[in-house]
């Protein structure tokens, strides 16, 4: 049984674009309660990833694992699905609500 190989990075591109993460906090303090409420029921707990600081270097070596067809992280043959509690301790964000679904 020789098992399967993946070999996605034969096919796999990945472009990064920023936007300014100082515009994006200029416009969420513009917004009223009543506009940001809307923004949360919407979206969720996205905002409080404005007020994160990213480990750059954790981020680009977790990025070259992250399977976009599984949407999952994929070491070999192992494929890891985090848990939200996992996230937030990657993030170190204690905000996000972990009785909440997420899509």
């Known amino acids: 049984d020789e098992g399967y190989v993946l070999e996605l990075w034969d096919f796999t591109r990945i472009n990064v674009t920023?936007?300014?993460?100082?515009?994006?906090?200029?416009i969420w303090d513009r917004w009223n309660n009543e506009v940001r409420q809307l923004f949360y029921s919407n979206y969720g707990d996205l905002p409080?990833?404005?007020d994160m600081k990213v480990d750059k270097h954790l981020f680009r070596a977790l990025v070259q694992f992250w399977n976009p067809a599984y949407s999952c992280f994929t070491f070999?043959?192992?494929h890891l699905v985090p848990t939200i509690e996992e996230y937030m301790a990657l993030l170190q964000c204690s905000k996000i609500q972990v009785d909440r679904v997420y899509s």
């Open 18 to 26: 920023q936007d300014s993460l100082q515009e994006l906090k200029e």
């Open 48 to 50: 409080y990833l404005l």
């Open 76 to 78: 070999r043959k192992v």
